[in-house]
């Protein structure tokens, strides 16, 4: 319930500030994710299992991924994806587009909100170097569910990438074989207010002062997940990002929320 009363109070407060200016479409885009990613991990008996989570090194979350014309039709979606740090915290959100792929949808559903959970930075970096496609550079597997999954299924957990599914209210595994995934660059410059910004800045937490919905993200998945250990296969792949220099000067430094912050403490520094 505090995760929800979280995402409540931040949606309300950006609500009540339309009176004066809409919020943007970055913004819903990483609430509409951190309720997606609450409801997946809320429920034990139909979130992601906690030995998949500790050896997860990214995050993503792809809200309402449309099935665009007829037959098989055209997937389209767009989301935000996060990295664990060094220190076991999440990153902020970078946008990522995806395109293509089967989503499997149930009978009648149009769109589904699509979650993917990464264990190898490979992966992130295929991202953040131009495209990463589900299958082909990535082995993906749908992703088991519930806290008895791992007894039912593969439990090694030695795919490289593992998907979800919500549609018609109900979260399933997912093969996600053929999905194309790309940067949303013109999103990061916009949310960030950073024209240069680039996805290692945003991970590495450097660029211009995060907006609220983003520390929200981070909350929600931090509070999910902050009692869970590190597994040994992702402590190889947790390593410091080397990024460039943001080209404007006296840039603010990004604010994250670690695994035991106090954001009331952060924003009195």
Known sequence: MRLRQ????????????????????????????????????????????????????GVAVIPRVLKV??????????GVVVVRQPDNTWSNPAFIKLTGGSLGLQAGAQSADIVLVFKTRSSIDGITSGKLTLGADAAVAAGPVGRFAEAATDWTFS?????????????????????GITMDRPANAA?????????????????????????????????????LPIGPSVTANIVPMSYPEPEEKNVAKVRTFGMNANPDNDLRN
């Open 159 to 179: 795919s490289e990438v593992y998907s979800y599914s919500r549609s018609r209210g109900l979260f399933a595994g997912l093969a996600l074989q053929g999905a």
């Open 191 to 227: 949310f960030y207010g950073s024209a240069g910004i680039t996805p290692d800045a945003i991970f590495a937490s450097s660029g211009n002062a995060a907006p609220a919905a983003a520390n929200t993200f981070v909350q929600v998945l931090t509070a999910q997940t902050n009692n």
């Open 69 to 78: 014309g007829f037959g098989l039709g055209v997937r389209y979606g767009r």
């Open 6 to 57: 979280i995402v409540f109070t931040v949606t309300a407060s950006l609500l009540t500030a339309s009176l004066s200016f809409a919020a943007s479409k970055e913004e819903v885009r990483v609430l509409d994710s951190a309720d997606i990613i609450d409801q997946l991990l809320h429920i034990p008996e139909q979130g992601v299992p906690a030995r998949l989570f500790s050896s997860a090194y």
